[in-house]
T-cell receptor
């Protein structure tokens, strides 16, 4: 079945550092790929998405490129802020009629001033 | 514009009891999905409701059931509670059932089973 693997956290960075959170997936065909962010005590918010190969999703300085050849969707940001501290989830929705979204386990990001 | 709201915020039950969780979707949304998020894990899809019918279901037993009302709000019912049902239950709404539709999540209901 479909699966998503994320790098384990926590990822600890200083403010203005470069961020990469790795995400790889297993799915048949061409799934849609998503990154969600969860701030403490809140529900998930969609950060960005890509629905076909080579698409780049971007939002709030975060970017991720849908790489079919490496089945990856790594999240990057050039300069993180303390306010970016949260848990980040990579997710996919499979191709075909069955909608069942699959989430990774989440990666905690801690940004120090 | 109110986002997705869920009630109650927290709930404590004992094994064997039954629980009902409620969700009001974002204004204009017609589709509601429910997820279970165990501590330190990603959300797991329970089921999705559209036009008052269950459209998709994840790998959850029949103890988990739901309902969608004509105003698109939804309930999640869990019978015969087990300790392992302790989790954050998230509701998400969207406009339509396409896999590319953006889902908007509520803050969740924290269920503790003792």
């Amino acid at each position: 079945g479909d699966s998503v693997t994320q790098m384990e956290g926590p990822v600890t960075l200083s403010e203005e550092a470069f961020l990469t959170i790795n995400c790889t997936y297993t799915a048949t065909g061409y799934p849609s790929l998503f990154w969600y962010v969860q701030y403490p005590g809140e529900g998930l918010q969609l950060l960005l998405k890509a629905t076909k190969a080579d698409d780049k999703g971007s939002n709030k300085g975060f970017e991720a490129t849908y790489r079919k050849e490496t089945t990856s969707f790594h999240l990057e940001k050039g300069s993180v802020q303390v306010s970016d501290s949260a848990v980040y989830f990579c997710a996919l929705s499979g191709e075909g009629g069955s909608y069942i979204p699959t989430f990774g386990r989440g990666t905690s990001l801690i940004v120090h001033p | 514009d109110a986002g997705v709201t869920q009630s109650p915020t927290h709930l404590i039950k004992t094994r064997g009891q039954q629980v009902t969780l409620r969700c009001s979707p974002k204004s204009g949304h017609d589709t509601v999905s429910w997820y279970q998020q165990a501590l330190g894990q990603g959300p797991q899809f329970i089921f999705q409701y559209y036009e008052e019918e269950e459209r998709q279901r994840g790998n959850f037993p029949d103890r988990f059931s739901g309902h969608q009302f004509p105003n698109y709000s939804s309930e999640l019912n869990v019978n015969a509670l087990l300790l392992g049902d302790s989790a954050l239950y998230l509701c998400a709404s969207s406009l339509g059932t396409s896999r590319t539709d953006t889902q908007y999540f509520g803050p969740g209901t924290r269920l503790t089973v003792l």
